[in-house]
C-alpha cells in the first residue's frame, strides 16, 4: 500500500509539472537546448531483495561507472549513465533451506530529472524517474539445507551456472535527489524490477539506492 501511494504522488506531481511546462510561453530560441552536455562518475550503495513478501532477505550491494547529463528545456534534464553492479539477494524457508544469490551486472539507466533549484547556483533538489535495464555478467548461488531431520542438514551446495535464472532484467526507479552545486549531486531512488528474476517463479527485484555523482 506505501509502494502505491509513493507511486501515484510522484505521477500526480510529474503531471502538474507537465501542465506548468505547458502552460510556458512559447519561445522563438530553446535556450536550454544549447546547454552542453556534463560528463562525470557515479558510485552507489544498493540494499537488494526480492519481492516475495515472507522469506525474502535483503543483501547489499554496490555500483560504479559514467554518468552524463543533459539540460533538455526547463526543469527537465536527461541522466544516462552505465555502471558495473554487484548486488543479489538472500531467501530463506524455515526448516527447508537457505539461498543466497549474488549477480555481477551491467547497468544502463536513463533518467529523466525534473530540477526545482537555483538553476544559476546549480543547486536544489530534483525528483527522478529512471527506466533501466541489466545484463548479469556473472553469478555465485549457494543453497543451505537447514532442515535438522534432512540427512544432508548444514550442507551447502554452490554453483556460477545461471540456469533457470534470468540474466536481462528491465524496470525503472522513482527517486529524490539534491545538487550541492555544479559539481556534487546525492540521490536516492527505489528499484522496481518488471522481468522475473528466475523463470521457474514470479518474483522481481526490489531495492533502496543511494548514488554519489560528481561532475568534472
Same mark, same amino acid.
Given at each position: 500500500?506505501?509502494?502505491?501511494?509513493?507511486?501515484?504522488?510522484?505521477?500526480?506531481?510529474?503531471?502538474?509539472?507537465?501542465? *506548468?511546462? /505547458?502552460?510556458?510561453?512559447?519561445?522563438?530560441?530553446?535556450?536550454?537546448? %544549447? !546547454?552542453?552536455?556534463? &560528463?562525470?562518475?557515479?558510485?552507489?550503495?544498493?540494499?537488494?531483495?526480492?519481492?516475495?513478501?515472507?522469506?525474502?532477505?535483503?543483501?547489499?550491494?554496490?555500483?560504479?561507472?559514467?554518468?552524463?547529463?543533459?539540460?533538455?528545456?526547463?526543469?527537465?534534464?536527461?541522466?544516462?549513465?552505465?555502471? *558495473?553492479? /554487484?548486488?543479489?539477494?538472500?531467501?530463506?524457508?524455515?526448516?527447508?533451506? %537457505? !539461498?543466497?544469490?549474488? &549477480?555481477?551486472?551491467?547497468?544502463?539507466?536513463?533518467?529523466?530529472?525534473?530540477?526545482?533549484?537555483?538553476?544559476?547556483?546549480?543547486?536544489?533538489?530534483?525528483?527522478?524517474?529512471?527506466?533501466?535495464?541489466?545484463?548479469?555478467?556473472?553469478?555465485?548461488?549457494?543453497?543451505?539445507?537447514?532442515?535438522?531431520?534432512?540427512?544432508?542438514?548444514?550442507?551447502?551446495?554452490?554453483?556460477?551456472?545461471?540456469?533457470?535464472?534470468?540474466?536481462?532484467?528491465?524496470?525503472?526507479?522513482?527517486?529524490?535527489?539534491?545538487?550541492?552545486?555544479?559539481?556534487?549531486?546525492?540521490?536516492?531512488?527505489?528499484?522496481?524490477?518488471?522481468?522475473?528474476?528466475?523463470?521457474?517463479?514470479?518474483?522481481?527485484?526490489?531495492?533502496?539506492?543511494?548514488?554519489?555523482?560528481?561532475?568534472?
Amino acid at each position: 500500500m506505501k509502494k502505491n501511494s509513493l507511486i501515484t504522488l510522484f505521477c500526480v506531481v510529474l503531471a502538474l509539472t507537465c501542465s *506548468f511546462l /505547458q502552460a510556458q510561453p512559447v519561445k522563438s530560441t530553446v535556450r536550454s537546448s %544549447r !546547454d552542453p552536455w556534463q &560528463f562525470g562518475i557515479k558510485a552507489s550503495g544498493s540494499y537488494d531483495k526480492t519481492s516475495i513478501k515472507e522469506g525474502s532477505q535483503m543483501k547489499l550491494g554496490y555500483k560504479a561507472g559514467f554518468v552524463a547529463e543533459k539540460h533538455l528545456v526547463y526543469m527537465l534534464y536527461f541522466q544516462p549513465s552505465v555502471q *558495473f553492479t /554487484q548486488k543479489g539477494y538472500k531467501y530463506e524457508i524455515p526448516y527447508g533451506f %537457505r !539461498d543466497e544469490t549474488s &549477480f555481477s551486472m551491467l547497468e544502463f539507466d536513463a533518467g529523466l530529472l525534473l530540477k526545482f533549484g537555483d538553476e544559476r547556483l546549480k543547486r536544489g533538489m530534483f525528483l527522478s524517474l529512471t527506466p533501466y535495464i541489466t545484463k548479469a555478467l556473472g553469478l555465485k548461488w549457494s543453497q543451505t539445507n537447514i532442515n535438522p531431520h534432512s540427512t544432508e542438514y548444514n550442507i551447502t551446495r554452490t554453483t556460477n551456472e545461471f540456469g533457470s535464472l534470468n540474466t536481462l532484467d528491465i524496470g525503472f526507479k522513482l527517486g529524490i535527489g539534491y545538487d550541492f552545486n555544479r559539481h556534487w549531486e546525492i540521490a536516492a531512488n527505489y528499484t522496481f524490477g518488471l522481468n522475473r528474476i528466475a523463470y521457474t517463479n514470479n518474483f522481481k527485484w526490489r531495492g533502496a539506492n543511494l548514488n554519489l555523482i560528481y561532475f568534472f
